[in-house]
């Protein structure tokens, strides 16, 4: 066998090798780790549902100094609360009623409690 010929053969090699790998890879298959990791994350657009917590969750969570948010807060409820009306008037009355200044008032806090994730 000359050289040629089995430099010819070692690549035809090669390539069934890497076809045979991509096949049973299968198209649109994830190959590296770290994107098969990310495939089975929820994405951004997915709504969540909440998550159930029992009490004796709950307790050992206030015991570790975590608070849940309960169904509705004070500012939520105040942001809720519109006339019906499509009077310019009762709109503008609306606006002028609702506070905005403090809306990111916990926003440091929430920061802060993710840093240490």
Same mark, same amino acid.
């Given at each position: 066998m000359n050289k040629n010929t089995l430099i010819?053969? !070692?690549i035809i090699a090669v390539i069934a090798v890497v076809a045979i790998v991509w096949f049973a890879a299968g198209p649109g298959q994830v190959v590296s780790p770290e994107l098969e990791e990310r495939a089975?994350? &929820?994405l951004e657009e997915e709504v /969540?549902? &909440?998550? @159930? $917590?029992s009490a004796e969750e709950q307790q050992v969570l206030?015991?570790?100094?975590?608070? /849940? &948010?309960?169904?509705? =807060?004070?500012?939520?409820e105040a942001l809720e609360k519109v006339g019906t009306?499509?009077? !310019? @008037?009762? !709109?503008?009355? =609306? $606006?002028?009623?609702?506070?905005?200044s403090d809306l990111d008032a916990g /926003?440091?806090?929430i920061e802060?409690? /993710?840093q240490g994730l």
């Open positions: 010819t053969a !070692i089975g994350a &929820p /969540l549902s &909440p998550v @159930e $917590v206030q015991a570790e100094g975590i608070t /849940l &948010p309960g169904e509705t =807060d004070q500012a939520t009306s499509n009077a !310019i @008037e009762s !709109i503008e009355q =609306d $606006v002028n009623a609702t506070n905005l /926003l440091k806090e802060n409690s /993710l």
